[in-house]
């Protein structure tokens, strides 16, 4: 089945700076990768997500970049700004009918101190 | 317009008690999936529900485990005899379709003493 590893799992950076979070995966199947970010006490919220059929998708100052030969992708934040600090997962779709349910990674906390 | 839903938010029980969980799933949402959160860990698949079937209980993690899907809406998880092992957030989510983005509730922790 799927495997996601997530790289670091911790990151400091200070207020300005860009931030870039890594995972890969196990499966070649995997077609749909989504980036998570938890802040305590809220729920889950989807950032950013990237399918197979693209190499790179970007939202203001987010970017996802996929690299499926490497069965990698990533995370980039740029103009880190001290509400970025939060709990980022990686996933990818991989178990259920369809591949449909997400696997993810252990997380990465962001700091970024100002 | 209204997020997924989860209640209780937080559950204390003593091992070996049964509990409930529940998640209202955004409306119109077909797809709802359960994951757990154990501390300082991501999130496990658990079971995934298409309309009111579950095609897919492979991640449940023993028969202890069950869960329901009436109306195509509301889910709830059931726990029984639960162990300190169980202790978790339950987290929910619902996608308009199989494959599509997946919005999360804000969870239940669960503490079994």
């Known amino acids: 089945g799927e495997n996601v590893e997530q790289h670091p799992s911790t990151l400091s950076v200070q207020e300005g700076d860009s931030a870039v979070i890594k995972c890969t995966y196990s499966d070649s199947a995997s077609n749909y990768f989504p980036w998570y970010k938890q802040e305590l006490g809220k729920g889950s919220q989807l950032i950013i997500d990237?399918?197979?059929?693209?190499g790179e998708k970007k939202d203001q100052r987010i970017a996802v970049t996929l690299n499926k030969t490497a069965k990698h992708f990533s995370l980039h934040i740029t103009e880190t700004q001290p509400e970025d600090s939060a709990v980022y997962f990686c996933?990818?779709?991989?178990?259920?009918?369809?591949?449909?349910?997400?696997?993810f990674g252990k997380g990465t906390t962001l700091s970024v101190s100002s | 317009g209204a997020g997924v839903s989860q209640s209780p938010s937080n559950k204390v029980t003593e091992k070996g008690k049964d509990v409930e969980l529940r998640c209202d799933p955004i409306s119109g949402h077909t797809a709802l999936y359960w994951y757990r959160q154990r501390l300082g860990q991501g999130l496990e698949f658990l079971i995934y529900f298409q309309g009111n079937s579950a095609p897919d209980k492979s991640g449940l993690p023993s028969d202890r485990f069950s869960a329901e899907r009436t109306g195509e809406s509301v889910s709830t998880l059931t726990i029984q005899r639960t162990q300190q092992e169980d202790s978790a957030v339950y987290l929910c989510?619902?996608?308009?379709?199989?494959?599509?983005?997946?919005?999360f509730g804000p969870g239940t922790r669960l503490t079994v003493t």
């Open positions: 990237i399918r197979s059929n693209v």
């Open positions: 989510a619902s996608s308009l379709t199989s494959g599509g983005e997946q919005y």
């Open positions: 996933a990818a779709s991989g178990k259920g009918q369809a591949g449909t349910a997400l696997i």
